[in-house]
């Protein structure tokens, strides 16, 4: 591992958002990367491709286990702490999405346990590998400001996270901290959302790739933006 790369953390990394933000640190930074993901047979095959270009330690798991926290933790600390930290795992919730009146509750309060409990569980595992200065980026989704009918549950599960990412931020001005909308996507998250759809008009994972490169590498401030709204402006980042 070279002594001036650097690391990132980046959960739910075996395809979608996740592996495409992982495949481009690895292949335009050769940045050290920890991946997860629930399904181990996945990760391992982002693992191997990924590890063509870069150091990656891969732990399967469910981040809302505590101890696969734990494990994420100690494999920042194997790589000397953390440049990123990338809270992109996430729970859709039942599909399709039923109403609110008859969204069962039991689901509910597993969505609201990985998009927002478990979240914040990942940041206090790893909170003393983080670095002075360092980023983390919290994905969330329109559906946390827009009431969207039939999106009650995933949707105000988002909103608890994006405001406490920005509590979050007030709390901790050493890192820069950011809530990211990464707009619609042609992934299976969106698939499992829309069942039976095409979604072969929603823009792959890669249209969202440069928005979240800024706030890696440029000098917004910590804050809610819109992944698409925002354009490069860190020279060296080759978009291929």
């Known amino acids: 591992m070279s002594v001036t790369s650097q690391t990132a953390l980046i959960t739910g990394a075996s395809r979608g958002l996740g592996y495409t933000l992982a495949r481009t640190l690895a292949g335009e930074r050769h940045w050290n990367l920890i991946i997860d993901a629930r399904e181990a ?27 696969h926290r734990e494990a994420l933790s100690r494999a920042a600390a194997q790589m000397g702490g953390l440049d990123v930290l990338v809270n992109n795992a996430g729970m859709l919730g039942p599909s399709p999405q039923p109403s609110l009146l008859d969204y069962p509750l039991d689901v509910l309060a597993e969505v609201y346990k990985v998009n927002v409990v478990a979240q914040l569980g990942v940041i206090q595992a790893v909170k ?39 509590i979050l931020a007030e709390e901790n001005p050493q890192w820069k901290i950011y809530w990211v909308d ?28 440069p928005g979240l490169l800024q706030l890696l590498s440029g000098k917004l401030p910590s804050g809610r933006y819109q992944a698409r709204l925002l354009v490069p402006e860190v020279p060296g980042w080759n978009m291929r």
């Open 128 to 166: 003393d590998q983080l670095k002075p200065g360092a980023r983390l980026l919290n994905i969330t989704s329109d559906a946390g400001v827009e009431p969207y009918p039939g999106w009650g549950g995933y949707g105000s599960a988002k909103a608890a996270f994006e405001h406490l990412s920005a």
């Open 182 to 209: 990464p707009g619609d996507m042609r992934t299976q998250m969106q698939q499992d959302a829309f069942p039976g759809e095409d979604i072969s008009d929603r823009p792959l994972p890669e249209s969202s790739i």
């Open 41 to 67: 047979s996945a990760l391992e095959i982002a693992r191997r491709e990924l590890n063509q270009a870069t150091q990656v330690i891969a732990i399967p798991g469910d981040i809302s286990d505590p101890a």
